[in-house]
């Protein structure tokens, strides 16, 4: 599986964006998705997370309420709604697929390029 995330750019305090990561290969509707992000300086760490079958969801605690993780298995994307940014959300954005839930770096198989998202204050 191919994954290319796009999406991100600079937005001020309190908006929104919309990341997708499109997926190569026959097989994405068989893969768990997860979204990661890593700031300047520190470490990767997990953001959202869907199911296989699309009925489960994960987020990390700093985001919930705020960003959505759901999929199109028909054009094999995966999207990061993403609303009321804040400035701490600056990051780049991967995408990731693995055959089990993507909540840790090391469960995924395969990893996106990564998307810049800026939020301004």
């Known amino acids: 599986v191919q994954l290319q995330a796009f999406g991100g750019g600079l937005v001020q305090a309190g908006g929104s964006l919309r990341l997708s990561c499109a997926a190569s290969?026959?097989?994405?509707?068989?893969?768990?998705l997860g979204w990661f992000r890593q700031a300047s300086g520190k470490e990767r760490e997990f953001v959202a997370a869907?199911?296989?079958?699309?009925?489960?969801?994960y987020y990390t605690d700093s985001v919930k309420g705020r960003f959505t993780i759901s999929k199109d298995n028909a054009k094999n994307t995966v999207y990061l709604r993403m609303n009321n940014l804040k400035p701490e959300d600056t990051a780049v954005y991967y995408c990731?697929?693995?055959?089990?839930?993507?909540?840790?770096?090391?469960?995924?198989?395969?990893w996106g390029q990564g998307t810049q998202v800026t939020v301004s204050s």
């Open positions: 990731a697929a693995g055959s089990t839930i993507v909540v840790l770096p090391t469960r995924a198989d395969y």
């Open positions: 290969g026959r097989t994405f509707s068989s893969y768990a």
């Open positions: 869907i199911s296989v079958s699309g009925r489960t969801t």
